[in-house]
């Protein structure tokens, strides 16, 4: 089946870190993603990885894969409020990025003084 | 990354009517992708846009119903036909960019009344 599932909603202290998890169903995954959707925004891509990856680091993100799991991770370090958003995950199969991409239901991001 | 705009970036709409969307990107990129996105849901793709042939369109979207213009490889239309309160969404095109990973346009919020 196609099913990327990630709980939706997430409340962290602002300077903590924040960890958004997802889960998918399909081992033939190439290339999975973190997209963000602020309100009454379009999607920006945040970060990708490789299924060939376990790790990628950029700046204050960091995305983890277990693919025996299949289960994926972004972690925000020191949260600030315009992290304020809905984080979606998202998978793609074959060999490029043109494949067709099954996103999550998003995960709401909110953050407390 | 590619820069996409969109026209509108919102509509509000009689039942029955048909709105076409525009989706304009800045360099030419061989795939353009119609997502939509139901209030308060994740995305879900419409329709792969060909540039030269007709759109693939994925399992419960057709073309009488979202019809797929792509006359060139910067630009595409799609058009919501004869529509009804459940059409209401955001629509978004998206195009594989210079990376090999989809980057998305602001998108259109369309409301039927």
């Known amino acids: 089946g196609e099913d990327v599932e990630q709980s939706l909603f997430l409340s962290v202290r602002e300077g903590d870190s924040s960890v958004i998890n997802c889960t998918y169903t399909?081992?033939?995954?190439?290339?999975l993603y973190w997209y963000k959707q602020e309100p009454g925004a379009g999607l920006q891509l945040l970060t990708y990885?490789?299924?060939?990856?376990d790790m990628k680091q950029d700046q204050r993100l960091t995305v983890l894969l277990n693919k025996k799991d299949k289960h994926l991770s972004l972690r925000i370090a020191d949260t600030q409020t315009g992290d304020s958003a809905i984080y979606f995950c998202a998978e793609s199969r074959g060999y490029s990025s043109a494949s067709k991409i099954i996103f999550g239901s998003g995960t709401r991001l909110s953050i407390r003084p | 990354s590619a820069v996409i705009s969109q026209k509108p970036s919102r509509d509000i709409c009689q039942r029955g009517t048909s709105l076409t969307i525009q989706c304009q990107v800045d360099?030419?990129?061989?795939?353009m992708f119609w997502y939509r996105q139901q209030p308060g849901q994740s995305l879900t793709l419409i329709a792969t846009a060909n540039q030269g042939s007709e759109a693939t369109y994925e399992s419960g979207f057709v073309i009488d119903k979202f019809p797929i213009s792509r006359p060139n490889l910067t630009f595409s239309t799609l058009t919501v036909s004869n529509m009804s309160p459940e059409d209401s969404s955001i629509y978004l095109c998206s195009v594989v960019g210079g990376t090999d990973t989809q980057y998305f346009g602001p998108g259109t919020r369309l409301t039927v009344l």
């Open positions: 990885i490789f299924s060939n990856m």
């Open positions: 360099s030419q990129v061989t795939m």
């Open positions: 399909d081992s033939s995954s190439t290339y």
